[in-house]
Nanobody
């Protein structure tokens, strides 16, 4: 099993920055790809950014140029640097890790951007 714990969410004004962290524990050697998802009230969960074991990244068009995903395998930690935050970025942000057979999720961290 893999356990994921997010941190770093909070309340920030539009234009501000936050850095989310996700620490993995347990059977971390099983993990291949990792990703950040978010879910706003009344909306479906959506992919924000993803990173594979080799460091190859992808970012959703809505966050490209503002958010950056990164991963430190030595620390079993994934990050999401979020700059120039907008009110529409308000959501619960979830850490996701994929093995060959399972998807693992963190409990989520709230990000609220005020206008």
């Amino acid at each position: 099993q893999v356990q994921l714990v997010e941190s770093g969410g909070g309340l920030v004004q539009a234009g501000g920055s936050l850095r989310l962290s996700c620490i993995a524990s347990g059977s971390v050697s099983w993990i291949n790809d990792m990703a950040w998802y978010r879910q706003a009230p009344g909306k479906q969960r959506e992919l924000v950014a993803a990173i594979n074991n080799g460091g190859l990244t992808e970012h959703a068009p809505s966050v490209k140029g503002r958010f950056t995903i990164a991963r430190d395998n030595a620390k079993n930690t994934m990050y999401l640097q979020m700059n120039n935050l907008k009110p529409e970025d308000t959501a619960v942000y979830y850490c996701n890790a994929k093995s060959y057979v399972n998807d693992y999720w963190g409990q989520g961290t709230q990000v609220t951007v005020s206008s």
